[in-house]
């Protein structure tokens, strides 16, 4: 019996939930793309006084902007520390559920794409539900035909946790800081 905590700032929302052997008990989010910090605190809190005390943490880790993903993954990890249970983390766009029948779709291949700022999109490609491609990050106009204004699901980020255990943050940009040695 497993109760998890599942927890993703991959795109511009924060979303939390509570899974208990595959039913979901607790899901929010909340929209924003600077208010992680804040929301992140106030959703688990609600979280906890709704549900079960969870045994382990699934985090979503990516790809996603810098300090959004840093939030999640932060307070995750520190979560499961401090109650010595585990942490696993998966790629967030993997844990987009995409169904045929509401999506339009004609077939089983689909591609997902979230915001990445700068004018660009992270994406990955699927087949029958499984990952062929990516993840990546470009400009929409170099990405073929892809689903948008789509987000990562509680209950998927929980069923892909017995498959995957992604220890870095995807990051796909590369930093706006640079060291003043390496600027011209």
Known sequence: MTISLAIDTAT??????????????????????????KA????VA???KATAIPDQVVIGMGPGPFTG??????????????????????????????DSTT????????TVATD???KQMYWASYKAGVRIKG?????????DEFITNVFPDVRKLVELSSMQNVREPI?????DAIPTAERT
């Open 12 to 37: 511009s929302r924060t979303i939390v939930g509570i899974v208990n052997n595959g039913k979901v008990e607790f899901e929010q989010f909340h929209e924003g793309a600077t208010d992680h910090g």
């Open 40 to 43: 992140i605190s106030e959703l």
């Open 46 to 48: 609600k979280a906890l």
């Open 69 to 98: 993903l840093r939030v999640g993954i932060t307070f995750a990890q520190s979560f499961a520390l401090a109650r010595s249970i585990p942490w696993v983390g998966v790629c967030s766009l993997d844990a987009i559920r995409i």
């Open 103 to 110: 999506n339009n779709l004609k077939a089983d291949e689909y």
């Open 116 to 118: 990445a700022r700068r």
């Open 135 to 143: 993840p990546d990050v470009d400009k929409p106009e170099e990405i």
């Open 171 to 175: 990051y796909l940009h590369s930093p």
